[in-house]
């Protein structure tokens, strides 16, 4: 069973995280128990941080700019307009395979960005879609992971900076990254690229590549709840 794809909203439709995030919470449990078909949800926030399990107080804006609380893998991150984000809630085949499931989201990702010229890859001991540093210029993450996985079955995800400025990196340490920089396709392609130029394309990269990840829904469920996290 493919996975069904929804635009829950784009520029000028930005949601609200906490309407997303308990549009996830609802989905992942009918996911689970069977009662709905995998969904992945696409779509730009509203301006807002959000905080993963593993983020410091220190790692917190000082400006009072407020930050959610997000049951994730991870450290402080931002969302906003200009900026595609992705919410796979599919039922894993293996509920061990984390790091497959994370490696496949990076791979969509690095095919979709590839369109523009833009040459993503992976850094060993990072997680996310990165343009490795010339020597001159640092590593520079231009999509980021972050899911939790809960009874086999995923939700959180990642974010693609497509189009905004990187003005809101500024007050924080991104994903607790210090040596390296953030980048987005617009400011490496060198035209502008918003989350409404990728998303069919990045819809039908994660249905391609994330169907043979999951678990057959008529099969018999014997496996034992697990809950992982990871955040890049």
């Known amino acids: 069973m493919n996975p069904t794809t929804t635009v829950l909203g784009l520029d000028p439709n930005f949601v609200p995280y906490q309407e997303a995030w308990d549009l996830q919470k609802k989905t992942h449990v009918a996911v689970a128990n069977h009662s ?10 509203e301006a807002v941080y959000t905080a993963g399990k593993r983020t410091e107080e220190q790692d917190r804006p000082t400006d009072g700019t407020p930050v959610i609380d997000v049951d994730r893998g991870g450290l402080l991150t931002w969302h906003g307009p200009g900026q595609l984000v992705g919410y796979p809630i599919i039922e894993l085949a293996d509920k061990a395979g984390i790091r497959p499931y994370v490696e496949t989201l990076e791979q969509a990702l690095i095919n979709v960005i590839a369109d523009y010229g833009v040459k993503g890859e992976r850094v060993k001991g990072r997680s996310g879609v990165w343009i490795v540093g010339d020597g001159i210029t640092p590593d520079r993450k231009i999509a980021a992971i972050g899911i ?5 079955v995923t939700m959180h995800g990642f974010a693609l900076n497509c189009s905004h400025s990187i003005d809101p990196y500024n007050i924080i340490v991104p994903c607790g990254i210090t040596d390296a920089g953030v980048t987005t396709i617009s400011l490496e ?4 690229v918003t989350p409404s130029d990728v998303v069919d394309r990045v819809a039908e990269e994660l249905v391609k590549l994330l169907t043979p990840l999951m678990k057959n829904q008529s099969a018999i469920e014997t496996d034992v709840p697990q809950t992982e996290g990871i955040n890049a």
């Open 189 to 192: 392609a060198g035209k502008t």
């Open 36 to 45: 709905q078909s995998p969904e992945i949800f696409l779509l730009e926030h």
């Open 148 to 152: 939790r996985v809960d009874h086999g």
